[in-house]
């Protein structure tokens, strides 16, 4: 059983994904659940287990929201983990002889980001590190409303661990849209774009960058359809702030 790290993960309407996450976890003394209005099953699934801290309260942008829900877990080292996320045996064991003595280092993860059942290589998504593992006296996410990520400092020490963990990234198409939908009017609350021109390079390059120069090309369709949906996220993106332009 891990009793020094508390797993926080905040959540909306994810029946699709959240047992398995949450079965993953049974290794956790302490893991904090946030749900933010979920009118699915996702509560019942999560009431089944002994080692879930539900707790029911609003969202306010990914950053702050995160930031929220950690100061309900009972230890002061978070894994900060998303609800289509689960860990591997292998990273399990490996936290469980981590040593947690210096408030001042992070650690990160590998993640391996799945499509439809199937690990995607490249297109972005391949080299995916992220900061998952901190001390909260210590270090935060930021406060973006989306695409957040722990702020680290120039005392921080960084340490990658060798175990990775999954990303159910897309379970079916439709949900993935309409997760870029959502999360461009995120993106662009409160933002403008007064350029048309701008809008169309950014989606331009978002599609260049993905299928060439990140070898989404080698992920066969899937690739094709990332880098189509990353074009057409910053196209939603920077659209809606050329709308907030005209207003």
Not at 138 to 162: A, D, G, R, S
Request: positive net charge.
């Amino acid at each position: 059983m891990i009793k020094t790290i508390s797993c926080v993960i905040i959540v909306k309407n994810a029946a699709a994904t959240i047992e398995h996450t949450l079965e993953s976890l049974k290794s956790f003394e302490d893991v904090v659940l946030y749900d933010n209005g979920s009118t699915d099953s996702t509560i019942e699934i999560a009431k089944k287990y002994s080692n879930i801290n539900l707790i029911q309260g609003k969202f306010s942008g990914f950053g702050p929201t995160k930031n929220r829900a950690a100061t309900f877990a009972k230890n002061e080292w978070i894994l900060s983990l998303d609800a289509d996320e689960t860990v591997s045996t292998s990273l399990i064991e490996e936290l469980k002889h981590l040593k947690l003595d210096n408030a001042k280092e992070v650690f990160i993860l590998k993640r391996d980001n799945y499509f439809l059942g199937k690990e995607v290589k490249h297109s972005g998504w391949g080299s995916d590190y992220l900061t998952r593992i901190y001390n909260k006296t210590y270090h935060n996410f930021n406060q973006n409303i989306v695409h957040e990520f722990v702020e680290l400092k120039n005392e921080t020490k960084k340490t990658k661990l060798k175990s990775s963990f999954k990303h159910n990234a897309v379970q079916d198409i439709n949900s993935f849209l309409y997760k870029i939908a959502s999360y461009s009017d995120l993106a662009s609350k409160n933002k403008k774009t007064c350029c048309f021109l701008t809008v169309l390079l950014k989606a331009k390059w978002a599609f260049f960058k993905t299928y060439f120069l990140q070898l989404g090309i080698l992920d066969g369709w899937r690739g094709f359809f990332i880098a189509s949906t990353n074009a057409y996220s910053k196209f939603f993106r920077y659209t809606k702030r050329y709308i907030n332009c005209k207003k």
